[in-house]
Antibody, heavy 120, light 108 residues
Framework: QVQLVESGGGVVQPGRSLRLSCAAS????????MHWVRQTPGKGLEWVAI????????YYADSMKGRFSISRDNSKNTLYLQINSLRGEDTAVYYCAREFRVGGTLIGYWGRGTLVTVSP | SYELTQPPSVSVSPGQTARITCSGD??????VYWYQQKPGQAPVLVIYKDTERPSGIPERFSGSSSGTTVTLTISGVQAEDEADYYCQSADTSATYCVFGGGTKLTVL
């Protein structure tokens, strides 16, 4: 079965950087595009970015361009999200997610999320 | 960028039918996926490609589409269906994704 396990969250000071990881298993990782989605406390889902199967194409939500960087290592079945110059408004649960079907783009499977708290 | 619009809340009594809409200009050209999210849990896919139901999702969940509006229908609502529901779609080149603002379904 599809398993996505995020890690790397925690309490971080404003202005610092953080790299989140997502370990994938139960499917052929290199066959699927992958997403990051975040959810601020008590708020809705916010799409962050998508990366193609081979990592050659990356797209970001307009509000995420510049400080966020999505990447993947298909040899390690791992997805990453680098966040630089963290701000209080980046405090959120960050979810790793997989497209439902190959080439379908939209999300079918979600990890349980990792909480990032930006605080002095 | 573009937006998907959902009503903030819908309330129904047990056994009734709940309908949650998602509206957006791109929807005649792009599919919508629907997710259910209960407090403290990750979202779960309940409808994909506007009308298809993944395996394991109860038959009371269904979807329909008409023009710029897609609808999630839950027939015979049960207490366990109380949750937040989100729609998701993509732009026409499938390079940009967006979620609706979410709808809180309350079972009275």
């Amino acid at each position: 079965q599809v398993q996505l396990v995020e890690s790397g969250g925690g309490v971080v000071q404003p202005g610092r950087s953080l790299r989140l990881s997502c370990a994938a298993s139960g499917f052929t990782f290199s066959d699927y595009a992958m997403h990051w989605v975040r959810q601020t406390p008590g708020k809705g889902l916010e799409w962050v970015a998508i990366i193609s199967q081979d990592g050659s194409n990356k797209y970001y939500a307009d509000s995420m361009k510049g400080r966020f960087s999505i990447s993947r290592d298909n040899s390690k079945n791992t997805l990453y999200l680098q966040i630089n110059s963290l701000r209080g408004e980046d405090t959120a649960v960050y979810y790793c997610a997989r497209e439902f079907r190959v080439g379908g783009t939209l999300i079918g499977y979600w990890g349980r999320g990792t909480l990032v708290t930006v605080s002095p | 960028s573009y937006e998907l619009t959902q009503p903030p809340s819908v309330s129904v009594s047990p056994g009734q039918t709940a309908r949650i809409t998602c509206s957006g200009d791109v929807l005649p050209k792009q599919y919508v996926y629907w997710y259910q999210q209960k407090p403290g849990q990750a979202p779960v896919l309940v409808i994909y490609k506007d009308t298809e139901r993944p395996s394991g999702i109860p038959e009371r969940f269904s979807g329909s589409s008409s023009g710029t509006t897609v609808t999630l229908t839950i027939s015979g609502v049960q207490a366990e269906d109380e949750a937040d529901y989100y729609c998701q779609s993509a732009d026409t080149s499938a390079t940009y994704c967006v979620f609706g603002g979410g709808t809180k379904l309350t079972v009275l």
